[in-house]
């Protein structure tokens, strides 16, 4: 079943086994999870779309504000250490493209199964893609997953089709972090939300590669597709339950 496309979907153990090392150091002065969200946050800071499509000519100020407020915590020769991690992420991708190296980490030395955070294996992935993604040759479709911890399902979805739009929403924002570094370093285009997907509550989201390559942070939840595509469902839904309830009479006519 998995045979043709889905077969090189694992990662570097090679590269992981380094970014493990790289960063073990580093962890010996720092608490390891806000070690590692620091680590999302500079890339990702790294990355912003005007960063990218300006050549570092202009900056994004609040974007800028956030990337110097998070290497502020570190000393230089640390700061070469997350320089060598965001190389071995890409590297990874260069390697075994849609594989990840993030959530594996993470699972591995920092979450450790903690509140239930077990990412879905990849295999399940591969196959629950496969079973959604009928028509391969489809294209511009919208592929959801509102849990979607590092993002793995999508990347599997993104191996099948990449030219679709892929949206993800997880309730954790490390989650969310690792999903959208996930989706720029393989090339999706689409957004990825930090929220409650039950509740529909919102605490922040980004687009990438949307509108040319990049990482856009939204500053509001009206800029949120998955939002708004959630509210606009919600409308459906309730006016289609509205007309389905008839008054007493009308029923026994």
């Known amino acids: 079943l998995f045979s043709n496309p889905l077969k090189d979907l694992k990662m570097n153990k090679t590269l992981l086994n380094d970014f493990t090392n790289t960063i073990q150091p580093l ?28 050549q570092l000519h202009q ?16 000393a230089k020769d640390e700061l070469s250490s997350f320089a060598k991690l965001a190389a071995l992420i890409q590297s990874n991708v ?5 594989s990840d190296l993030l959530g594996e980490y993470f699972m591995q030395e920092i979450s ?7 990412f879905t294996p990849t295999p399940i ?12 040759e489809a294209t511009g479709l919208r592929v959801a997953d509102p849990a979607c911890g590092s993002g793995r399902m999508l990347l599997c979805a993104a191996k099948l089709q990449p030219a679709n739009f892929f949206y993800g929403a997880d309730l954790s924002q490390t989650c969310a972090k690792m999903a959208v570094l996930n989706f720029f370093f393989n090339g999706l285009r689409g957004e990825v939300s930090w929220m409650n997907s039950l509740s ?18 939204l ?5 949120s597709e998955i939002v708004l595509r959630l509210l606009e469902s919600k409308a459906i839904q309730s006016s289609k339950s509205e007309s389905n309830q008839q008054s007493p009479a009308q029923q026994l006519t």
């Open 27 to 54: 962890a010996r002065r720092y608490d390891l999870s806000r070690l590692f969200d620091d680590l999302l946050t500079m890339v990702m800071c790294s990355y912003h779309q005007i960063n990218i499509q300006s």
């Open 59 to 74: 900056q994004d100020e609040a974007n800028e504000a956030r990337y110097l407020q998070t290497i502020g915590r570190y």
């Open 94 to 98: 260069l390697s075994a493209p849609y």
């Open 112 to 118: 450790r199964g903690h509140h239930g955070q077990y």
């Open 125 to 136: 992935c591969e196959m629950m893609a496969s079973m959604q993604i009928m028509d391969a």
């Open 200 to 217: 529909n509550k919102w605490f922040g989201g980004w687009q990438i590669n949307m509108n040319g390559l990049g990482i856009v942070s």
């Open 219 to 223: 500053e509001s939840k009206e800029q």
